[in-house]
């Protein structure tokens, strides 16, 4: 069922106390990771609030609060996670159906293991890439299937931490040495971030309002509140962060969307319903964003967005400038690894793998191995190899199937842009921030009701 989009003063309280108690660095991060367990043990529908708030610490903006982190927040938020996956597990072990999609998660990360024995490099990372997705993918899909709150709760729960990050950053305007604080890049161009701590991280995270409020529009379910909130993320996304890849992640998932729309005929009869009974100023309003976002008139304006510099004629030649260094490298490992990956998780370049190990500070256990490459089909050819990444790709489609199926137009198109969102942000097997966002989503969109 496709509802209008409402404020929720209950979840925006439940979501500003957190972004309060992080304004304190350290000990307010501490302080909720313990909040976290403290709740999770009370009520199992307390969980997906408790991972939504391990997600708010890595999300937000270093200087506004007092970042870096200790260590030791890292591992808390780990212990929090696995505790999670424990719960999680358990009840998928005592109930009587089977959940589809932890199990295929389960056997996934079994066929990992095996292939990280035989082909990883380092076999170490890579079993702690693959602990650290199994935990937080089944953490997040099962906490969200398992809770007795309906969709529809839930919906209203995400819809209104999107509202709450936009509304927050808009003020952040007035304070570049805040909002334009991670830098400016190298071509000389201020990138606003928001309360987030990336102008990347705030174009990823503006795409999903964005792709959400237009699905409503189209579907005829939206209101003032959501061509507001879409205008607004708009704005952010192409005048302040010159996000592309939020942009291109919203533009292909609608595309994916009504590639695979016969499957679900919920959704071909709700934009039915909006072609015939839409009011003229809805259809018109849907038509003009989906024209400015499909079929940029302003050239120049669009072209300077999208490639970021003034020389630069095509999108690949931006591309290849702005992952140049990355890519060479990957393209040698894919040549010499072609068949069997260089193992699962690990970073292109063996020398700088170690510099990027944290380890926690008691038992010199790695908790964290960040890799920057930016392409997921690369990145996954690259570290597993052909046949296991069609594998893996025809899992992925099966999922987007089951997605589009299930759910309403504006929840398809949300979780979906959540995915796209990995063609240029590599973060589908990492839970550090927005991929436990994105699973979170997954499992919304899994939930039967």
């Given at each position: 069922?496709?509802?209008?989009?409402?404020?929720?003063?209950?979840?925006?309280?439940?979501?500003?106390?957190?972004?309060?108690?992080?304004?304190?660095?350290?000990?307010?991060?501490?302080?909720?990771?313990?909040?976290?367990?403290?709740?999770?043990?009370?009520?199992?529908?307390?969980?997906?609030?408790?991972?939504?708030?391990?997600?708010?610490?890595?999300?937000?903006?270093?200087?506004?609060?007092?970042?870096?982190?200790?260590?030791?927040?890292?591992?808390?938020?780990?212990?929090?996670?696995?505790?999670?996956?424990?719960?999680?597990?358990?009840?998928?072990?005592?109930?009587?159906?089977?959940?589809?999609?932890?199990?295929?998660?389960?056997?996934?990360?079994?066929?990992?293991?095996?292939?990280?024995?035989?082909?990883?490099?380092?076999?170490?990372?890579?079993?702690?890439?693959?602990?650290?997705?199994?935990?937080?993918?089944?953490?997040?899909?099962?906490?969200?299937?398992?809770?007795?709150?309906?969709?529809?709760?839930?919906?209203?729960?995400?819809?209104?931490?999107?509202?709450?990050?936009?509304?927050?950053?808009?003020?952040?305007?007035?304070?570049?040495?805040?909002?334009?604080?991670?830098?400016?890049?190298?071509?000389?161009?201020?990138?606003?971030?928001?309360?987030?701590?990336?102008?990347?991280?705030?174009?990823?995270?503006?795409?999903?309002?964005?792709?959400?409020?237009?699905?409503?529009?189209?579907?005829?379910?939206?209101?003032?509140?959501?061509?507001?909130?879409?205008?607004?993320?708009?704005?952010?996304?192409?005048?302040?962060?010159?996000?592309?890849?939020?942009?291109?992640?919203?533009?292909?998932?609608?595309?994916?969307?009504?590639?695979?729309?016969?499957?679900?005929?919920?959704?071909?009869?709700?934009?039915?319903?909006?072609?015939?009974?839409?009011?003229?100023?809805?259809?018109?309003?849907?038509?003009?964003?989906?024209?400015?976002?499909l079929f940029p008139v302003y050239q120049p304006i669009f072209q300077k967005f999208l490639f970021?510099?003034?020389?630069?004629?095509?999108?690949?030649?931006?591309?290849?400038?702005?992952?140049?260094?990355?890519?060479?490298?990957?393209?040698?490992?894919?040549?010499?690894?072609?068949?069997?990956?260089?193992?699962?998780?690990?970073?292109?370049?063996?020398?700088?793998?170690?510099?990027?190990?944290?380890?926690?500070?008691?038992?010199?256990?790695?908790?964290?191995?960040?890799?920057?490459?930016?392409?997921?089909?690369?990145?996954?050819?690259?570290?597993?190899?052909?046949?296991?990444?069609?594998?893996?790709?025809?899992?992925?489609?099966?999922?987007?199937?089951?997605?589009?199926?299930?759910?309403?137009?504006?929840?398809?198109?949300?979780?979906?842009?959540?995915?796209?969102?990995?063609?240029?942000?590599?973060?589908?097997?990492?839970?550090?921030?927005?991929?436990?966002?994105?699973?979170?989503?997954?499992?919304?969109?899994?939930?039967?009701?």
């Amino acid at each position: 069922m496709d509802t209008e989009a409402k404020l929720a003063p209950s979840h925006i309280i439940a979501q500003i106390i957190p972004l309060i108690l992080l304004l304190f660095g350290n000990i307010g991060a501490i302080i909720l990771l313990i909040y976290c367990i403290i709740i999770s043990f009370i009520s199992f529908n307390n969980i997906v609030k408790g991972l939504t708030y391990s997600y708010l610490i890595f999300l937000v903006n270093p200087v506004l609060f007092n970042y870096p982190l200790d260590s030791f927040v890292s591992f808390l938020r780990f212990a929090f996670i696995i505790l999670v996956f424990f719960i999680v597990m358990r009840r998928f072990l005592t109930r009587n159906d089977v959940n589809i999609p932890i199990l295929t998660i389960l056997l996934f990360s079994l066929i990992l293991i095996i292939h990280s024995i035989f082909f990883s490099y380092s076999l170490e990372i890579s079993s702690l890439k693959i602990f650290s997705f199994t935990t937080g993918s089944i953490a997040c899909i099962g906490s969200v299937m398992y809770s007795t709150y309906n969709k529809s709760y839930w919906e209203s729960w995400f819809f209104n931490l999107f509202f709450l990050i936009v509304i927050l950053s808009i003020p952040i305007l007035f304070f570049p040495h805040i909002g334009m604080a991670r830098y400016t890049d190298w071509h000389t161009m201020k990138l606003f971030q928001g309360i987030t701590n990336h102008p990347q991280t705030f174009s990823v995270t503006l795409s999903l309002p964005i792709s959400y409020c237009l699905a409503k529009i189209i579907a005829g379910r939206s209101n003032k509140l959501t061509i507001f909130f879409l205008f607004t993320s708009l704005y952010f996304l192409i005048n302040e962060s010159k996000g592309r890849t939020g942009l291109v992640s919203v533009v292909l998932a609608m595309v994916l969307v009504l590639i695979f729309i016969a499957v679900n005929k919920n959704n071909i009869k709700l934009i039915t319903n909006w072609m015939l009974f839409a009011t003229k100023r809805i259809k018109l309003t849907g038509f003009i964003l989906l024209a400015l976002l499909l079929f940029p008139v302003y050239q120049p304006i669009f072209q300077k967005f999208l490639f970021k510099r003034n020389q630069v004629s095509s999108l690949k030649e931006s591309f290849d400038i702005s992952r140049a260094v990355q890519l060479s490298k990957m393209y040698k490992n894919i040549n010499n690894n072609f068949n069997s990956g260089i193992g699962f998780g690990l970073e292109s370049n063996p020398k700088l793998l170690e510099k990027r190990v944290k380890r926690d500070p008691y038992f010199n256990i790695p908790i964290s191995a960040a890799t920057e490459k930016g392409f997921l089909p690369l990145a996954i050819l690259e570290e597993l190899g052909i046949w296991l990444s069609i594998f893996g790709l025809v899992l992925l489609i099966i999922l987007i199937i089951k997605i589009i199926s299930i759910n309403s137009l504006a929840l398809s198109i949300l979780t979906i842009t959540s995915l796209t969102s990995n063609i240029g942000e590599n973060f589908f097997f990492s839970l550090g921030g927005l991929g436990l966002l994105m699973w979170l989503l997954i499992g919304l969109s899994l939930k039967k009701y």
